[in-house]
């Protein structure tokens, strides 16, 4: 339904002339008369009749003024609303997390969020960094923290927020706990727990292997980093952990040499894609966490 037709219309009716609604309008009176023709043609009636010079209006058009009315009253009315729904922090909100993020970083930032911002029904999707991720490029969700890809997707805008070394480490009870100066040849002959192979977090990893032409001899595969860490716990190889996973039950590998391995974490999200209000205000609530965050 063409709005402008109904409100030229409208005056038409208020006006009694077509030549009076053209000038109330700043139209020609041509246009005037296309859009009249154009309802015609829409509702198949005739709207008005021409007597002499003037014109008067049908019984279809006596029955349509109403209508008319309140059908513009209506979207008025409805694009207002529209326009504030956007505007306001309320209404659903779908994020997508790793397991690792919800359940060590993410929790504070959503109490607070919940706390400052309760009409909003928050859905969280945990799943795989690599699944976050394409879930955001899909337009799944509106927005997902998770391990950053070695490289970056230029269809998708990426936050650092936390920044979570990660170290070589093993069970309390494995040979490798007890000794020293250990190579990444003898690594790589050691039974391994990582994570599978297209996982961020190992790609890291394996990465580091590869500078020196090696491969790690991985014997078991999961990507949970909870699920690693009790395979190690009970000597069944070793692996590479955030600080945060860390416990009593595992013990740092003494490394001949020294290895930074680092990985960020963060939060993705589709430029393609309008913001809602939510999204806008979480965004806001994130940038303190990292003085390096960037909202471009």
Known sequence: MNTTNLTTFITVMQTGSISAAAEKLFITQ??????????????????????????????????????????????????????????????????GTSHHIGLHHLPAVLKQFIQMYPAVQIEVNFVDSEEAHKAVLDGDVSMAFLTLPPVYDKRLRYHTLW???????????????????VTLEELANSPAILPAANTFTSQITLSEFAKHNLKPY??????????????????????????????????????????????????VVNPSLTPSASVEALMDLLKPIDSNFDRS
């Not at 008319?68 to 505007?87: E, T, V």
């Not at 920044?163 to 100066?181: E, R």
């Not at 999961?222 to 955030?242: A, D, F, H, K």
Request: aromatic share 6%.
């Open 30 to 95: 041509p246009a005037v008369s296309k859009r009249i023709k154009n309802l015609e043609d829409e509702f198949d009636v005739t709207l008005f009749d021409t007597v002499g010079r003037g014109i008067v209006p049908t019984q279809s058009a006596n029955d349509l003024l109403p209508h008319a009315k309140q059908w513009l009253d209506n979207y008025d009315n409805f694009k207002i609303n529209l326009k504030n729904s956007q505007q306001t922090v309320s209404g659903k909100l779908v994020i």
């Open 163 to 181: 920044s979570d070394p990660l170290y070589f480490v093993t069970g309390t009870l494995s040979p490798l706990a007890n000794k020293i100066n």
């Open 218 to 267: 991985a014997t078991m595969s999961t990507n949970p980093l909870e699920s690693i860490r009790m395979l190690v716990s009970v000597g069944l190889g070793w692996s590479v952990l955030p600080k945060t996973l860390i416990n009593q039950d595992l013990e740092p590998i003494d490394l001949q040499k020294d290895i930074e391995l680092q990985r960020h974490l963060g939060v």
